[in-house]
C-alpha cells in the first residue's frame, strides 16, 4: 500500500471539528482563575498548569498522528517545524515558527505571535511570577514524551509579561530508544 | 470571521478540569470537586453571556431570557439549538439537547441512572462512572446558571441524563 501523504495543518484544521474560540479562552481563564483561588501560591498553579497540559499532551499526541500521516521524523529539528506548522494549527487555528537552534540542534524556540488563549487576558499585578501559558509547555512535553524524546520546556518570552512575542525554548534532554520487539500484552 | 480552535482543545480542557478536581486536590471530597468545577462553568457563562447579549434590549422576562439560551447561546457554544424546553409556569424549566456533545465522546453506563444534581454529588459516590459523567455534567450547569445569574436571574441548575444521549439541564429559578 502506497503511504499515505502526510497533510498540511491547515488541511487538518479545515477538516477537523471546531468551536467558537471563546469558550475555549474563557474555559481556560477561568481555570486559571479558580486554581490561583484554591492553590494560592502562583508557582502551584504553574506546575498545576504544566501538569494538566502534560496529561492532555499525552492523549492529544495519538489524535494528532492519527490525523495528520506525519510519518517518522528524521531528527528533532523536523520534530519542531511539524508541531510548529501542523500541531499548533490543528489544535489551535495558529501556526508558530521555529528559530534559534543551538549549533547542536537539540535546542530551539518556538515562536508564537498569535496565541488564542491569551485574548481578553491581562495580569493583574499579583500574579507577576504566573506563566499563564504554562498548559501549552506541558502539552509539547506530553506529546513528545510519547513519541520517546524526553524534553524541557520553558518560555523565554511572554506577551503577557510585555514581551513582543510568545517564546517557548525547546530542548532535547534524551532520545529514548524504542524497545523492540513490542510486548502487545504489558 | 469567527475565531475558531479544534473541538479536542476544549474537550481536553473539559476532561482536565474533571479529573484536576476529582482525583487530585479533592480524591476523597466529591462535593468540593463538584463546586469548584461548577464555579469554573459559572465563570465562562457569566462572561459569555455578557458577550452574547452586548447589543440586545433587556429581556423583559423569564421566559424570554431562557428562549435566548435555548437558541442563540447554545447556538453559540454547540452550533445547535436546544431541542425541546418545557416549563410548568412557576419557575421551573427543563431544556433538553437531544445530543449533547461534551458526552457523545465519553462511554456511559445508561443502566445507571444519574443525575448530575448539584445538591448531591455524594449520592453518586459509589459508581465511579456514574460519578464521572456527573462531574463533567457541573460545567455546563454552571454554564447555564452563570449566565442566566448575568441577565439578573438567580437560579439552580441541575442535570438528567437518565435519557441517553439526550441531556436535560433543569433550571429552577429562585423566587
Given at each position: 500500500?502506497?503511504?499515505?501523504?502526510?497533510?498540511?495543518?491547515?488541511?487538518?484544521?479545515?477538516?477537523?471539528?471546531?468551536?467558537?474560540?471563546?469558550?475555549?479562552?474563557?474555559?481556560?481563564?477561568?481555570?486559571?482563575?479558580?486554581?490561583?483561588?484554591?492553590?494560592?501560591?502562583?508557582?502551584?498553579?504553574?506546575k498545576?498548569?504544566?501538569?494538566m497540559?502534560?496529561?492532555i499532551g499525552?492523549?492529544?499526541?495519538?489524535?494528532?498522528?492519527?490525523?495528520?500521516?506525519?510519518?517518522?521524523?528524521?531528527?528533532?529539528?523536523?520534530?519542531?517545524?511539524?508541531?510548529?506548522?501542523?500541531g499548533?494549527?490543528?489544535?489551535?487555528?495558529?501556526?508558530?515558527?521555529?528559530?534559534?537552534?543551538d549549533?547542536?540542534?537539540?535546542?530551539c524556540?518556538?515562536?508564537?505571535?498569535?496565541?488564542?488563549?491569551?485574548?481578553?487576558?491581562?495580569?493583574?499585578?499579583?500574579?507577576?511570577?504566573?506563566?499563564?501559558?504554562?498548559?501549552?509547555?506541558?502539552?509539547?512535553?506530553?506529546?513528545?514524551?510519547?513519541?520517546?524524546?524526553?524534553?524541557?520546556?520553558?518560555?523565554?518570552?511572554?506577551?503577557?509579561?510585555?514581551?513582543?512575542?510568545?517564546?517557548?525554548?525547546?530542548?532535547?534532554?534524551?532520545?529514548?530508544?524504542?524497545?523492540?520487539?513490542?510486548?502487545?500484552?504489558? | 470571521?469567527?475565531?475558531?480552535?479544534?473541538?479536542?482543545c476544549?474537550?481536553?480542557?473539559?476532561?482536565?478540569?474533571?479529573?484536576?478536581?476529582?482525583?487530585?486536590?479533592?480524591?476523597?471530597?466529591?462535593e468540593?470537586?463538584?463546586?469548584?468545577?461548577?464555579?469554573?462553568?459559572?465563570?465562562?457563562?457569566?462572561?459569555?453571556?455578557?458577550?452574547?447579549?452586548?447589543?440586545r434590549?433587556?429581556?423583559?422576562?423569564?421566559?424570554?431570557?431562557?428562549?435566548?439560551i435555548?437558541?442563540?447561546?447554545?447556538?453559540?457554544?454547540?452550533?445547535?439549538?436546544?431541542?425541546?424546553?418545557?416549563?410548568?409556569?412557576?419557575?421551573?424549566?427543563?431544556?433538553?439537547?437531544?445530543?449533547?456533545r461534551?458526552?457523545?465522546?465519553?462511554?456511559?453506563?445508561?443502566?445507571?441512572?444519574?443525575?448530575?444534581?448539584?445538591?448531591?454529588?455524594?449520592?453518586?459516590?459509589?459508581?465511579?462512572?456514574?460519578?464521572?459523567?456527573?462531574?463533567?455534567?457541573?460545567?455546563?450547569?454552571?454554564?447555564?446558571r452563570g449566565?442566566?445569574?448575568?441577565?439578573?436571574?438567580?437560579?439552580?441548575?441541575?442535570?438528567?441524563?437518565?435519557n441517553?444521549?439526550?441531556?436535560?439541564?433543569?433550571?429552577?429559578?429562585k423566587?
Open positions: 500500500m502506497a503511504p499515505v501523504a502526510p497533510k498540511s495543518g491547515d488541511a487538518i484544521f479545515a477538516s477537523v471539528d471546531r468551536v467558537n474560540a471563546e469558550l475555549f479562552t474563557l474555559t481556560y481563564g477561568a481555570i486559571v482563575r479558580q486554581l490561583l483561588t484554591d492553590l494560592e501560591e502562583v508557582e502551584e498553579v504553574n498545576q498548569l504544566d501538569q497540559g502534560y496529561n499525552v492523549r492529544l499526541v495519538d489524535e494528532f498522528l492519527a490525523k495528520s500521516n506525519v510519518s517518522r521524523c528524521v531528527d528533532f529539528r523536523e520534530t519542531a517545524e511539524v508541531i510548529a506548522k501542523v499548533f494549527k490543528m489544535f489551535l487555528g495558529v501556526t508558530a515558527s521555529v528559530s534559534n537552534w549549533a547542536e540542534g537539540t535546542t524556540s518556538i515562536i508564537l505571535e498569535d496565541n488564542p488563549l491569551v485574548d481578553f487576558v491581562e495580569l493583574p499585578d499579583t500574579c507577576q511570577g504566573l506563566y499563564y501559558c504554562n498548559i501549552l509547555s506541558g502539552v509539547i512535553r506530553g506529546a513528545l514524551e510519547m513519541v520517546s524524546m524526553k524534553t524541557e520546556v520553558t518560555w523565554l518570552r511572554d506577551m503577557l509579561r510585555g514581551d513582543d512575542v510568545f517564546e517557548l525554548q525547546v530542548k532535547l534532554l534524551k532520545q529514548v530508544p524504542e524497545e523492540y520487539p513490542y510486548k502487545d500484552d504489558e | 470571521m469567527v475565531r475558531e480552535v479544534s473541538e479536542s476544549v474537550e481536553s480542557l473539559l476532561a482536565e478540569i474533571v479529573s484536576s478536581y476529582c482525583t487530585g486536590f479533592y480524591a476523597n471530597k466529591p468540593l470537586a463538584a463546586r469548584r468545577i461548577e464555579a469554573i462553568g459559572f465563570q465562562v457563562g457569566h462572561q459569555l453571556s455578557e458577550r452574547y447579549t452586548m447589543d434590549p433587556r429581556f423583559t422576562d423569564h421566559l424570554e431570557a431562557i428562549k435566548f435555548c437558541k442563540d447561546f447554545w447556538s453559540e457554544l454547540f452550533k445547535k439549538q436546544i431541542d425541546n424546553l418545557k416549563t410548568n409556569h412557576r419557575g421551573t424549566f427543563v431544556l433538553q439537547d437531544n445530543r449533547f461534551w458526552l457523545a465522546h465519553m462511554s456511559i453506563d445508561p443502566s445507571v441512572e444519574t443525575s448530575g444534581n448539584i445538591q448531591d454529588p455524594s449520592a453518586m459516590a459509589e459508581n465511579k462512572a456514574a460519578q464521572a459523567t456527573g462531574m463533567h455534567l457541573y460545567f455546563p450547569c454552571g454554564i447555564i449566565a442566566l445569574s448575568n441577565l439578573g436571574i438567580p437560579c439552580a441548575v441541575s442535570a438528567d441524563i437518565s441517553l444521549p439526550a441531556c436535560s439541564f433543569v433550571v429552577r429559578i423566587a
